[in-house]
């Protein structure tokens, strides 16, 4: 299941907080985003890092 961060700003757009979504797809994380009581979200789906490493 896909991962989010929904960073929460304030009126002046500066960072108050971050919630952690797992969701569906990505229209299941706009609405739950859009329900957070907030002036302002940013909202960033989570990629998992690959190790590439080459020995």
């Known amino acids: 299941m896909p991962r989010y961060r929904a960073y929460i700003l304030d009126e002046h757009g500066h960072l108050v ?16 985003a859009r329900r957070l009581d907030s002036h302002r979200v940013e909202l960033w789906r989570q990629v998992p890092l690959l190790d590439l490493t080459v020995h």
């Open 17 to 32: 907080g971050a919630v952690d979504l797992e969701c569906a797809d990505d229209e299941e994380a706009k609405e739950r």
